[in-house]
Nanobody, 114 residues
Framework: VQLQASGGGLVQPGGSLRLSCAASGSIFRISVMGWYRQAPGKQRELVARITSGGSADYADSVKGRFAISRDNAKNTVYLQMNSLKPEDTAVYYC?????????WGQGTLVTVSS
């Protein structure tokens, strides 16, 4: 699966952004799709993921602020990010997982700063 992430940028604290990740291939519908992030000097961490059936789970740090969704007709997964904080600053990566496959997009930078 090839993944193309977009939607990052500079936003003020308290602002919102929506990330998109477009996937190629027919296996998108059965993939668990996830968003991860990596801040400078830190390890990559899971932000949110969503199953093929639409069940989602989130990192504690983003619960209530971020929402992951998917559109199987468009082979796209989204991450709506609200009430952004400076500590959300990171490169955000989308990920596709099915048994035997683990694919990553190129990352999109989100900077939260005044």
């Amino acid at each position: 699966v090839q993944l193309q992430a977009s939607g990052g940028g500079l936003v003020q604290p308290g602002g919102s952004l929506r990330l998109s990740c477009a996937a190629s291939g027919s296996i998108f519908r059965i993939s668990v799709m996830g968003w991860y992030r990596q801040a400078p000097g830190k390890q990559r961490e899971l932000v949110a993921r969503i199953t093929s059936g639409g069940s989602a789970d989130y990192a504690d740090s983003v619960k209530g602020r971020f929402a992951i969704s998917r559109d199987n007709a468009k082979n796209t997964v989204y991450l709506q990010m609200n009430s952004l904080k400076p500590e959300d600053t990171a490169v955000y990566y989308c990920n596709s997982k099915i048994p035997g496959y683990d694919d990553w997009g190129q990352g999109t930078l989100v900077t939260v700063s005044s």
